[in-house]
């Protein structure tokens, strides 16, 4: 719990050195969501589709990603450059839960983060979602699957070093992603898609806004499954990374 409240405080003191940096990145998100909605009714339809709520839930979702895979890439990057991710792994509780209450920190501020952009958007748009309880599920569960996504992204770069391209590229690809209307295809797709992270809770809650009908049991084993599939993956990543890493001596950047 120590290293938790630590955590958090230490990215509290960084958002309050750095607010403008990260404010601007916060008015950047708003502005490509606001790009992306202006593109799509001017080309109407399209991969984007025409409802706003639609676009909404896959966008905001996609910041709560984005915005944890970047933040948790920039601090392990720098505290590997900076030389106290060796001092980290020297301190008397497991590198899993040291990782783990990063990952619960970076997810708090970008939940926190999606939700002012949703309501900023809303705003700007003069369209207000109306959200059914149902949604905290799906929406607790993408959490979870975020977490499995913060241990892989972490197994990457303690592997590999520096992944900063690659991470950006994997992004904005995945924001293509997320903005597919998965749920109006045949039964096949809908169930590959379940593969990808958080894609059947982006099309539950985009359903459960826009009050369509859908099978609640489809939906609900799908996500159960899909959060349980990459937090197993990034665990499992993250302990032969983290082995590996020790045996070999190459948890430096160098």
């Known amino acids: 719990m120590t290293s938790l409240k630590a955590e958090f405080w230490q990215q509290m003191w960084l958002y309050k050195r750095y607010s403008f940096s990260y404010f601007s990145d916060f008015i950047l998100l708003i502005m490509m969501f606001i790009a992306i909605f202006l593109g799509g009714t001017l080309v109407g339809g399209g991969v984007i589709g025409t409802s706003l709520n639609a676009l909404a839930i896959g966008y905001i979702l996609w910041t709560l990603i984005q915005n ?5 890439g920039m601090t392990m990057t720098n505290q590997m ?3 106290i991710l060796e001092q980290q792994f020297l301190m008397p509780i497991s590198a899993r839960r040291l990782f ?9 501020i970008s939940a926190v983060q999606a939700v002012l952009a949703l309501i900023i958007i809303m705003l700007l748009t003069d369209h207000w979602i109306k959200f059914p309880i149902v949604l905290v599920v799906p929406f ?17 770069i303690l592997h590999f070093k520096r992944i900063g391209s690659t991470l950006a590229i994997f992004q904005y690809v995945y924001l293509g992603i997320l903005l597919i209307n998965f749920e109006n295809y045949s039964l096949g797709v809908k169930c590959l898609f379940c593969l990808l992270p958080i894609s059947p809770m982006v099309s539950w809650m985009r359903l459960a806004v826009n009050q369509h009908p859908y099978s609640l049991g489809f939906y609900l084993a799908a996500s159960l499954f899909n959060a349980v599939l ?4 990034g665990l499992i990543m993250f302990e032969i990374t983290n082995r590996n890493v020790r045996k070999n001596g190459s948890l430096a950047l160098y």
């Open 140 to 156: 607790l569960l993408a959490l979870v699957t975020t977490t499995g996504l913060g241990y892989l992204v972490v197994s990457l």
């Open 100 to 108: 783990l209450n990063k990952s619960i920190v970076n997810i708090i």
């Open 68 to 72: 944890t895979i970047s933040q948790m």
């Open 81 to 83: 450059q900076n030389g």
């Open 230 to 233: 990459w937090l197993i993956i």
